[in-house]
């Protein structure tokens, strides 16, 4: 074991190594712009959606109110918070621009130093530096950098290591690494709810591994509760979005080309580009199987040295390379929850940890220092060669960013998510959906004229001509405004009906109704004068959720103050 000073020199030099290799991948993005993936447009509205509601004075959103052409979405409730909020910080800062780039530099460093974190318990400082490069710039990374701009899964791949260290330690010490888990686990689940569900099943059978290997039960019972202790720290998240999903067409995130038959490896398909991009995806995961399978071979030889490491990234690497393929299909339709990973291809996450460790331990099992110096430059020269194609290949386009924010400034708001749709709406139908000229050119600026109203006649939405309105208030959670009228009339605001708005006509609370195809919020009123509020309120889910994660932070402050006196005063008797 290194010294201190020799492992922060060890750390210092790996921290310079992966910013430079972090460096080389967005370089591109000076001169080209930024790589346009299949999210981009997503992640660029959320965040600045995000942004504008700070502005608001709304710290934590949970309506996207730009979303679907201004009528907004629940998209920051079922979404989790770590990404939209770090890209959200990041444009507060910095030019809108060159934020992805700043984000994708900063995710694969923290995977860096997360896979080096992990390797250094095994591996000698040189290996671990080397295992946290191939990490940061595995392939996988590099194809949701250049082709998917899935800025969420790149963040949430960041503390996987960390997840799989602690849990090994957990493992292997008991409950005293149990608050290092939960956090670890926590952390993946606030940026990316697949990747939690893949971080879920991946830590499961790690503490399966270990506990049949160790032949006890102290594994898995410790490693279940730390388990649901990083759970219950992401609580404030998990119970809305859990909850509410009744409340929304939820069931869109996994049909069509979402469904996970549609994405095994070399799985055909009648969409070209759906086809082009399951190629390339399929050639690079069988690159990666194959490196990683060479390396496993080429260090099996030290296994003896560090099984306990070898044997549980063995089995994650098995499980990762079966459910990419088809026959794994019975496990996607029954173990729960698997389906909403959407993806096969998304277990090369896992997947290329297991390919950085191995790859860095058959380094170490080099007997001759140009043995190792030659995969070093094998490794590094073929995840070049494959990032240069990509960069290649990829579509560039500077005008991303512009483009949404001016949507947004504008008033005529952005795309919206099937998924997150409430329930009887029909997002085409929306009058600004830019598929359809005749509806219009989205919504106004101005706050008045986002309300209309229902023709009794015709059952259609119309503009507003049988009542006055004065705005009181307009943002993203709380509509208020006065309206006078010489008959009663149904108004009709530019927002989607959806359980959590409290709709209030002088202080009284009524329901708010649904317009057919579209779930466009109604509101009655009399004739005469009223006062009109609509507020985003504080659902039970969001008030349990919120609890629960505070009961869970408190109880790992408890447990980890008892752990160091529980230590302090062992350390005092062998003293």
Request: charged share 15%.
């Amino acid at each position: 074991m290194l010294s201190g000073s020799a492992d922060t020199w060890s750390y210092r030099a790996t921290l310079f190594a992966v910013t430079l290799a972090a460096t080389l991948v967005v370089l591109p993005m000076f001169f080209l712009g930024n790589a346009s993936g299949h999210d981009i447009e997503f992640h660029l509205a959320s965040w600045m959606d995000a942004a504008g509601q700070w502005h608001q004075g709304i710290a934590y959103p949970r309506w996207a109110e730009w979303a679907n052409w201004g009528f907004g979405e629940p998209r920051f409730v079922f979404y989790p918070p770590g990404s939209w909020m770090a890209g959200a910080a990041l444009g507060s800062v910095l030019p809108w621009r060159i934020v992805p780039g700043a984000f994708i530099w900063l995710a694969l460093i923290a995977a860096g130093m997360a896979m080096w974190r992990l390797a250094r318990e095994w591996l000698s400082a040189p290996q671990a530096a080397a295992a946290a490069i191939f990490f940061a710039v595995n392939p996988y990374n590099l194809v949701i950098v250049y082709y998917r701009s899935d800025y969420a899964e790149l963040a949430a791949l960041a503390p996987l290591p960390l997840a799989i260290w602690a849990a090994l330690r957990t493992a292997r010490e008991g409950w005293r690494r149990a608050p290092a888990l939960a956090l670890a686990l926590a952390g993946i689940w606030l940026f990316n709810a697949p990747e939690g569900v893949i971080a879920a099943y991946a830590l499961a059978l790690l503490f399966t591994v270990e506990s049949i290997s160790r032949r006890s039960l102290r594994p898995l019972v410790a490693g279940g509760a730390a388990m649901a202790a990083g759970l219950g720290l992401a609580a404030f998240y998990i119970v809305p979005a859990a909850w509410e999903q009744r409340w929304v067409q939820i069931v869109q995130a996994v049909s069509g080309s979402l469904d996970p038959r549609q994405s095994f490896l070399f799985t055909h398909s009648d969409d070209p580009d759906f086809q082009l991009f399951n190629m390339k995806v399929s050639l690079v995961a069988m690159g990666m199987l194959l490196a990683a399978s060479i390396a496993a071979v080429l260090a099996a030889r030290r296994r003896r040295d560090s099984p306990e490491i070898w044997r549980v990234l063995a089995a994650l690497g098995a499980a990762c390379t079966l459910l990419l393929f088809p026959v794994s299909l019975p496990l996607w339709r029954h173990l729960p929850k698997l389906g909403f990973v959407q993806f096969p291809w998304r277990w090369l996450g896992p997947l290329g940890m297991v390919f950085a460790y191995f790859t860095a331990a058959a380094m170490a099992g080099a007997r001759k220092k140009w043995a190792r110096l030659l995969i070093l430059a094998i490794v590094l020269g073929a995840i070049g060669a494959t990032g240069r194609a990509m960069v290649r290949d990829a579509w560039w386009d500077s005008q991303d960013a512009p483009f949404v924010a001016q949507e947004i400034h504008s008033g005529r708001g952005y795309e919206g998510v099937d998924e997150y749709m409430p329930l009887g709406c029909d997002r085409t139908e929306l009058p600004g959906n830019p598929n359809d000229d005749e509806r219009g050119e989205g919504v106004s600026s101005t706050p008045a004229q986002r309300i209309e109203e229902l023709d009794a006649a015709s059952g259609k939405v119309v503009p507003l001509h049988a009542a006055q309105i004065q705005i009181g208030q307009w943002s993203a959670e709380r509509k208020a405004f006065e309206v006078e009228s010489s008959a009663p009339v149904t108004l009709a605001l530019h927002l989607l009906n959806y359980p959590a708005w409290q709709v209030r006509v002088d202080g009284m609370e009524v329901p708010g109704e649904s317009a057919d195809n579209t779930a466009q919020l109604l509101v009655p009123v009399l004739a005469g004068r009223h006062h009109v509020e609509v507020h985003f309120r504080r659902t039970w889910d969001r008030t349990a959720g919120a609890a629960l994660s505070l009961v869970c932070v408190g109880g790992l402050l408890v447990f980890a103050a008892a752990e160091r006196r529980r230590e302090g005063r062992a350390k005092a008797r062998g003293a």
